[in-house]
Structure formats: C-alpha cells, structure tokens
C-alpha cells in the first residue's frame, strides 16, 4: 500500500472517529459489568480502580466470595485511602453453608449500599457480584435499585461470571472475558502477584 493511500485511509478513520467523540458529549457516571469465564474480571475491575485514584478519584470496593488471603491490589490501594469490605467467608464450595454465606453477603452488602449513597466516592467496585445474586444471597431487586438510585456521576464496576440480564440490560459497558487458556488447567498452582 502506497503512503498516500494509507494516509487517505487513516485521514477516514480519523474523521469516524472524530464524529463519534463529538457526539459523546453526556458526562456521568457508568455502571461497567465485567463478566465471562475468562480469568482477568477482578483484575481489570482493581486497574481501572487505580486508574481512578491515580487521577485522584476517590474508590471504595466491597468483595463478595473472596477470602482473607493477601490481596495484592488491596496491599497497594488501601494505603491510598481506597476503603475494602471483604465478605472474608472464602469460596461458598469451601464453605459449603448457605445460611452463613447469605448472613455474611447480607452484612457486607450493607457497605456496599452504604458506598453506593456516597456522593463524594467516584468509583464504587463490586468484585463477584454476580454470584451473590445467581445464589439468591441478594435479592435482585434491592441490587437494581441501588445501582439506580446511586450518584449521577459515580462509576460502578460489577464483575463475576454469569451475570443476571437485568443487570447487563442497566449498564453502560459489558465485557465478556473468553477462556481461551488457562495454566490452571495444565496443573500450574496460583500464584501471588499474578492471580491474587
């Protein structure tokens, strides 16, 4: 391809694109759902977090399923005042206690509605989600209403697999991570600094 018609090409995209930005013009905040089977929710959900503070955004995260083992995302943000709530009950196959896990997701989701009425946080991140609302631990219509009901410009991220349509229907952005190889699955153990 000739210089000129690489130009010529990429003078096009730029006027699409162009186009499309001056049309986005509507400032607020997003409900963002990050969803799959794919490793790596949690992970784009805590980068965007600390994309957020280190533009000075204030953040809070509430962490549904996880345990109390190192985190290393919470080592680095807590520190930059980034509140955590940790459900802290570990995997419910672990657990294996649905009366216990629902009382523990009840008592952390209280922070998260807490959060979620906080005008002064930007960002509100609630990692696993999913799951508390596909194992009925969370009535799906108390988590739709709070989501609606938040601060205009607050940005909320939900990630976990198998999201609940009514959830996807209400955000802004989904993304779905596709496994497409996992060294788990080769026998490799998990490892910190990588996957927690």
């Known amino acids: 391809m000739s210089d000129d018609r690489h130009r010529e090409r990429q003078q096009r995209l730029k006027e699409k694109v162009d186009a499309r930005v001056a049309q986005a013009q509507e400032e607020r905040g997003i409900l963002l759902v990050l969803t799959g089977n794919g490793k790596g929710k949690t992970t784009a959900a805590l980068g965007t977090a600390t994309r957020a503070v280190g533009h000075g955004k204030k953040v ?3 962490q549904f399923i996880k345990g109390d083992w190192p985190n290393g995302e919470r080592n680095l943000l807590e520190p930059h005042g980034v509140e955590f709530q940790v459900m802290a009950t570990g995997f419910t196959w672990d657990t294996q206690n649905r ?10 989701w209280q922070h998260a509605k807490r959060m979620m009425a906080d005008e002064t946080l930007d960002m509100v991140v609630l990692d696993e989600l999913t799951y508390m609302v596909a194992y009925d631990y969370l009535p799906l219509e108390d988590v739709l209403s709070t989501l609606r009901n938040r601060p205009v410009n ?3 991220i939900v990630t976990g697999r198998g999201c609940h349509r009514d ?10 991570l596709r496994p497409v190889k996992h060294a788990f699955d080769a026998g490799i153990k998990a490892q910190i600094g990588i996957d927690y």
């Open 154 to 156: 607050q940005t909320v």
């Open 167 to 176: 959830i996807i229907e209400m955000a802004d952005t989904v993304s779905e």
């Open 99 to 108: 009366e216990s896990d629902t009382a523990a997701c009840l008592s952390v």
């Open 60 to 62: 809070g995260v509430i």
